[in-house]
């Protein structure tokens, strides 16, 4: 629970250069390498499938490659009613030479890696790793890619130039009859399931543009509750308060922490992503989950926050120009827990507050260092309800 894109797990800090949207920061990388203290087991299985019957099963979407929920250039975003994990792949990354030296090799019969599927309870596969190989076999079938012809270019002259129905036919047979291996983990769409899920991709996550901990957290727990957390980062008075939506959903993740610690603080434990995990499991669908209550505190609050007679962005900053997760929550939830009374509350007095709140040296210790404690955890969020109770 350290600054949102600059601050160290020790509280030392990077300089405040613009930081790459795509690149992963230290937050960021300290939740992806905290160890699960009790990581679910894994049911797998081993099968081979022809090339012919993996593009067959793509295109009647019997195996789906999901984007990261958005639509983009290799097509529309898959539906959430359409597959239980959405969200899965960020953008196809591939270009042609790799494409081309990828369809090369499948001709020439070089080995090449595995794809890791995840077979869903309605037992159609989601892609965990292997979309790019997945997708250069799809388009060179169809015979195009981003809407041009996709004739092999950065090849051998053997190949060069040709397409797939223009193969020999000894050829084109012997790329139908290649296997691919495929490791097949199975989920049946419960929380343990789901969490084992998270584990191996977790591990499978390197390479390329890694995906930040609540990617993998949106694309595995997509429902009712993830679309909630979205409608809230639309909020003009939070986007007033955080600034610009963040490409890889900083944003929308510290909302998901303040909305956990209002509600669950007695089950906080670390690490932090096993902690918003359970969480989102718990409420996927909006179970016995208060969304019409926490919405009202959230645009309260934050509207407060915003006002002109409010503290403004400072509020949720210590001293930097990012955002500090660890202030914002204590920030936010201590307002919460306020406006639970039912008294009224100005942006002046929420001002004074904040102002109370940054000079606590207790405070600036829970929201420096180790930040992630529990002792820390519980400390701020209790300096924070006793101050704004008293405004």
């Given amino acids: 629970m350290t600054n949102v894109a600059e601050q160290e797990t020790d509280g030392s800090t990077h300089s405040e250069e613009p930081v790459d949207p795509e690149e992963l920061v230290s937050q960021d990388l300290a939740e992806l390498e905290a160890p699960d203290p009790h990581p679910e087991p894994v049911v797998y299985s081993g099968s081979d499938f022809d090339i012919e019957g993996l593009v067959r099963r793509l295109e009647r979407d019997d195996i789906v490659i999901p984007t990261f929920g958005r639509d983009d250039a290799e097509g529309p975003v898959v539906g959430e009613d359409q597959i239980e994990t959405a969200r899965f792949q960020r953008g196809f990354v591939w270009n042609r030479p790799q494409m ?22 309605d037992k159609r596969y989601l892609v965990l790793d ?69 584990q191996v991709f977790e591990r499978l996550n390197s390479g390329g543009t890694q995906l930040t901990p609540h990617e993998i957290r949106v694309a595995l727990y997509a429902g009712p509750l993830i679309e909630y957390l979205t409608r809230l980062n639309a909020s003009p008075s939070w986007r007033a308060l955080y600034g610009p939506e963040s490409p890889r959903l900083r944003d929308q993740e510290l909302i998901l922490r303040v909305v956990a610690l209002y509600i669950s603080p007695g089950t906080y434990h670390r690490p932090l992503k096993k902690y918003l995990n359970d969480f989102v499991a718990d409420h996927r669908n909006l179970e016995q989950f208060p969304g019409d209550t926490v919405e009202q505190r959230f645009n309260v609050s934050t509207e407060l926050l915003a006002a002109k007679a409010g503290p403004g962005q400072d509020g949720l900053r210590s001293g930097s120009r990012q955002v500090n ?29 904040t102002e109370e709140l940054l000079a606590d040296s207790d405070l600036q210790r829970s929201i420096s260092r180790a930040t992630a404690d529990e002792d820390a955890v519980r400390t701020r969020l209790a300096i924070a309800t006793k101050i704004f109770a008293q405004r």
Wanted: aromatic share 10%; no cysteine.
């Fill in 325 to 353: 997760a660890a202030l914002t929550e204590a920030v936010l939830v201590g307002l919460f827990r306020r406006l639970d009374s039912g008294d009224t509350l100005d942006p002046a007095a929420v001002k004074l507050g």
């Fill in 100 to 121: 081309d030296r990828f369809i090369e090799s499948l001709l020439l019969g070089y080995p090449i890696p595995g794809i890791f599927l995840v077979q869903q309870a």
């Fill in 130 to 198: 292997g979309q790019q190989r997945l997708r250069t076999m799809a388009d060179f079938y169809r015979g195009e890619h981003l809407g041009k012809p996709f004739a092999l270019r950065n090849v051998g002259d053997e190949f060069r130039d040709l397409t797939y129905r223009g193969l020999p036919e000894d050829r084109r047979r012997a790329l139908d009859n290649t296997f691919i291996q495929a490791t097949i983990v199975k989920t049946d769409g419960s929380a343990a399931s789901l969490d084992a899920v998270y």
